[in-house]
């Protein structure tokens, strides 16, 4: 979900920046003869405007209803037809219908939108036809708004420089979005006080440091079996859960919370309850949060959420903003996933396996009611003030994507 919220984000910028230059275009606002409908007002004329006729000239009936100016009485025997001016020729008639064109003939020479930088080009503009093929029910106009977003006018203004420089900014927010967390640790984590928590976020440990360097505080670490217990046990004793060679460390076993002088507790997951009573805080990683406020989590979060309101103790869940998402969990099943169950029930237990249905959650959803406040890159936020986030992120045309 993160990888679809950068896509928005991408989206916002380039669709901010087409309006900016449409608002700031001087051609659109000097074009004192250009009517808001794309068409030209003519200038006040002391002479009488010739009034056109009532066929279109476009239309094919136009070019079948010429009227002849010379005819010839010769060439006829009825008397009552008229023969203008007294003339002895008669024009050829045999004029030809232009053929009626359908709007598919229109379409095929419009070009196919094939660049996400098309999105800058004005709503509505179409490509001008070639000569002679132009659909009688289509009106296009080129006027000089169209004329100033053309390539090479002194009017137009290449954004792609502006929207790579956006993009580039979203790129140094990622890189610094958990130092940028871990700032107001100290505004949050006091001493002496109990911190519960869950996983091996790297977000939740690098905030958990900042505040060790000031405060002294004690970490109840749940283990998260059976899917994140191994990375959980690396965290702690700072040794890496590496299965490969060719993997990459994370900065998350570079430095642990007991070599900074945190005391850590390692529990099992079935004693968070017992324990919650003697905890003051309780501080939270997340996979994704929605809009409604809720979030994913990882398995067994709700749990802990669960517990700490019954015992009256804060949530607080740190995350930044590019993990916020502007979609609604209409279907909560459909956001977790389900790993392996071999890891809750061996398959060699098979008198077991083969009498009961075994599933292993990998997230948790925790609806918004259960999380008192959401500390992200920009600030802290109570889980109602999440929408004003995602308006000023994202587009509402740009939720489904």
């Not at 009517?35 to 002479?47: F, L």
């Not at 020729?89 to 098309?118: E, G, K, V």
């Not at 000031?214 to 990375?231: C, D, L, M, Q």
Request: glycine share 6%; proline share 7%.
């Amino acid at each position: 979900m993160a990888v679809g919220n950068i896509v928005r984000r991408v989206l916002h910028l380039i669709r901010s920046e087409a309006e900016d230059n449409r608002d700031g275009d001087p051609s659109v606002s000097s074009d004192a003869g250009e009517s808001r409908d794309g068409r030209m007002e003519a200038a006040p004329s002391t002479t009488r405007p010739v009034l056109s006729s009532s066929v279109s000239t476009l239309s094919p009936l136009r070019h079948a209803a010429v009227q002849p100016d010379h005819f010839s009485a010769e060439d006829t025997d009825d008397d009552s037809f008229p023969v203008p001016n007294g003339s002895k020729t008669l024009p050829d008639l045999t004029i030809q219908r232009p053929p009626l064109l359908t709007a598919h003939s229109y379409s095929t020479t419009t070009p196919m939108i094939t660049s996400m930088f098309n999105l800058l080009s004005h709503p509505g503009t179409l490509s001008p036809a070639t000569p002679g093929t132009a659909s009688p029910t289509v009106r296009t106009s080129l006027t000089a708004t169209h004329l100033a977003n053309l390539p090479g006018h002194p009017h137009h203004r290449d954004l792609k420089p502006d929207i790579i420089g956006g993009i580039e900014e979203i790129i140094d927010e990622l890189d610094q979005v958990d130092t940028q967390i871990a700032a107001y640790a100290l505004e949050h984590i006091h001493a002496n006080e109990i911190i519960l928590t869950h996983s091996s976020s790297l977000t939740v440990q690098k905030f958990l440091l900042r505040a060790a360097a000031k405060r002294h505080f004690t970490v109840i670490h749940a283990e998260s079996y059976p899917n994140g217990h191994t990375a959980t046990h690396a965290t702690i004793t700072g040794t890496s859960s590496r299965r490969h060679e060719d993997e990459s460390p994370s900065e998350t076993f570079q430095k642990t919370l007991t070599a900074a002088g945190v005391t850590v507790i390692l529990i099992p997951d079935s004693a968070i309850y017992a324990l919650m009573s003697r905890v003051n805080k309780v501080i939270l990683g997340t996979h994704a949060v929605l809009a409604n406020g809720g979030l994913v989590a990882a398995a067994g979060s709700r749990t802990i959420a669960n517990a700490a309101r019954e015992h009256s103790t804060p949530v607080v869940v740190v995350s930044g903003v590019y993990k916020l998402s502007p979609v609604y969990p209409f279907d909560f099943e459909a956001l977790i996933e389900h790993g392996d169950a071999g890891k809750v029930v061996g398959y060699d237990d098979r008198n077991l396996v083969e009498k009961v249905q075994v599933v292993n959650p990998v997230y948790d959803y925790v609806p918004a009611e259960l999380v008192n406040l959401y500390i992200t890159n920009i600030g802290g936020h109570a889980p109602s003030y999440l929408y004003k986030i995602v308006s000023d992120h994202y587009r509402v045309e740009d939720i489904i994507l």
